[in-house]
Nanobody, 122 residues
């Protein structure tokens, strides 16, 4: 398994942009699909975006489609989540997850990071 560490969260105004990073340790990271999830206070964790191991295939939740972009750098072992035009409802703890699979999935059973807080203010 790989170990994951998220960063880049913080306080941002509505309409602004933010980029989250998910840094992975482990030589097999390039064989892992990676997903971003979020959990807002009082709500269940929800899928945000996922990317296949080659970085070609991507998948987005409808609520972020067109505003968020997931990408990866397999040389640096990092997956990014570019968040544009953020909304108040994007406030949550954001987690990344990884599974060693060639599939583009929305459910991850493998490694999870500790999360990074994103707070959107009006």
């Amino acid at each position: 398994q790989v170990q994951l560490v998220e960063s880049g969260g913080g306080l941002v105004q509505a309409g602004a942009s933010l980029r989250l990073s998910c840094a992975a340790s482990g030589s097999s990271f390039g064989r892992h699909a990676v997903g971003w999830f979020r959990q807002a206070p009082g709500k269940e964790r929800e899928f945000v975006a996922a990317i296949g191991w080659r970085g070609v295939s991507t998948d987005y939740a409808d609520v972020v489609k067109g505003r968020f972009t997931i990408s990866r750098d397999n040389v640096k072992n990092v997956v990014y989540l570019q968040m544009n035009s953020v909304l108040l409802e994007d406030t949550a703890v954001y987690y990344c997850a990884a599974d060693r699979t060639p599939q583009l999935v929305r459910s991850f059973q493998g490694s999870w990071g500790q999360g990074t807080q994103v707070t959107v203010s009006s």
